[in-house]
């Protein structure tokens, strides 16, 4: 599809993803740039005849009045009312992921989104394809920014995009092949309502060709609506009673075709949702179910999500660095085969740790300990509490670093489990998830 972007373009938001577009308006010959953050802006190289304007601080969107078309980052609320402004008086709004699936030459491309398994389930699909010889790229919120997959693109190339409700908001054209994972709720500090977070979700699958294929999971309601939206002409199932795929206990079974769990490399009963997605999208790219399974069990978890990290002394770790709601480590757990003990905590989002706190208490009997951490701990301690939680059976302690958390974990002792799945942000203790995760990692080593 040709270009339509009527200069001058504004970049809105210039972090990793601002910077790519940035780069691409560059590759494109637009000559006329405006960048717009509220943080101050620092411009790579501009080359000769490009001219560049900045807005940063309180009134960056100021640059608005000197834009025909911009380029939203993600990050960036869409629904502000200078940008509605801006589109009432003729600008022109789109996005990294917009402009992607319109100049694309990929065979095919991949959308998947969710509130939970995205991006094992792209690194799933990226390697059940490596494994069957069919070239590959993974960009949007996991990997390298969208556009920045443009560069070297090769029309026999399939491109696997991992797309956050953020990315979704103002989508208007779908992936050939859309994935929806389980969607419950998240980032409710930045959508206005629990109804405008799985609307943009639904833009996933909304503008799909009858010639495409919607993948979902059946048994849950909000991600079963968001797949009766879409007009792709075949839609494929994920179930624990009755679809396409279906799961059974630590068993997925396709087309005749069956894989254990026992099989593969990977833990966590959870991850079979993310297998029979990841399987199912793939049988629309022209892979066998048969190939599929055998790819996959070579698959090996990202790091940080339930991660099995060895067993010292024996006593098993688990690195679920990534856990960082509620319901991640609601799965996790669900998981754990041995007596164990867990590592919970983190930085306040004010999530809801009602439903967390009484499964732990009542549905997971093998939880012989549990080790606070961060701002979250009291609230947590006394979650656990009004579940019922009995100390003197399983003891539960507010510590003040992961250090000695990790120290009275230890106390579980040989034939148990240590986990750290924490159900918040890593914020206030650590950078993100991936430094808290490396503590963690670094512990076990020591022991």
């Excluded at 960056?60 to 025909?68: A, E, I, Q, R, S």
């Excluded at 629990?194 to 979902?216: F, I, M, P």
Aim: aromatic share 8%; proline share 4%; glycine share 8%.
């Amino acid at each position: 599809m040709q270009n339509t972007l009527v200069a001058p373009v504004g970049v809105l938001g210039f972090g990793v993803e601002g910077q790519s577009t940035f780069k691409y308006l560059v590759r494109e010959g637009i000559k006329e740039i405006v960048v717009m953050d509220k943080n101050p802006v620092t411009l790579p190289d501009v080359p000769a005849g490009v001219n560049v304007t900045t807005f940063s601080g309180e009134g960056y969107l100021d640059g608005l009045k000197d834009c025909v078309t911009v380029v939203r980052s993600a990050g960036v609320y869409p629904m502000s009312q200078e940008l509605f402004k801006f589109q009432m008086n003729g600008g022109l709004m789109t996005s990294q992921i917009q402009l992607f699936l319109e100049q694309t030459k990929s065979v095919a491309t991949v959308g998947v989104t969710g509130t939970l398994g995205k991006g094992s389930t792209v690194s799933m699909i990226s390697h059940i394809l490596d494994k069957c010889g069919k070239n590959n790229a993974i960009g949007g919120n996991f990997g390298v920014p969208a556009l920045d997959l443009l560069e070297d693109e090769t029309p026999d190339r399939i491109s696997i995009l991992e797309l956050s409700s953020f990315q979704l908001m103002t989508l208007s054209v779908s992936p050939d092949v859309g994935v929806v994972l389980r969607v419950s709720t998240e980032h409710l500090d930045w959508h206005k309502s629990v109804e405008e977070y799985r609307d943009a979700k639904a833009n996933l699958v909304r503008w799909q060709k009858r010639s495409g294929t919607c993948v979902y999971l059946k048994d849950a309601d909000p991600t079963a609506k968001i797949a009766s939206e879409s007009p792709a002409g075949k839609k494929l199932s994920v179930s624990y009673a009755n679809g396409d795929a279906i799961i059974e206990g630590p068993t997925l079974a396709i087309g005749g075709e069956t894989l254990d769990l026992s099989s593969c490399k990977v833990r966590g009963l959870y991850q079979l949702e993310n297998m029979a997605a990841a399987t199912l999208a793939c049988t629309a790219l022209g892979v066998s179910v048969h190939d599929a399974f055998e790819s996959l069990q070579s698959y090996e978890t990202l790091p940080f999500r339930m991660e099995f990290k060895g067993e010292k002394n024996g006593i098993e770790f688990y690195n679920d660095s990534y856990a960082t709601r509620p319901d991640a480590t609601i799965a996790a757990t669900a998981s754990m085969k041995r007596p164990f003990a867990l590592i919970l905590g983190g930085s306040e989002k004010n999530a809801d740790f009602t439903e967390l706190s009484n499964l732990l208490v009542k549905e997971r009997p093998n939880l012989k300990r549990i080790a606070l951490i961060g701002a979250t701990a009291e609230r947590m301690l006394e979650s656990l509490a009004q579940a019922g939680l009995d100390k003197t059976l399983v003891p539960a302690t507010i510590f003040p670093n992961l250090e000695e958390a990790f120290a009275d974990s230890l106390k579980i002792g040989k034939g148990g489990s240590v986990i750290m799945s924490p159900a918040c942000a890593s914020f206030g203790l650590f950078k993100n998830y991936k430094v808290r995760g490396q503590v963690f990692d670094k512990l076990v080593e020591n022991v």
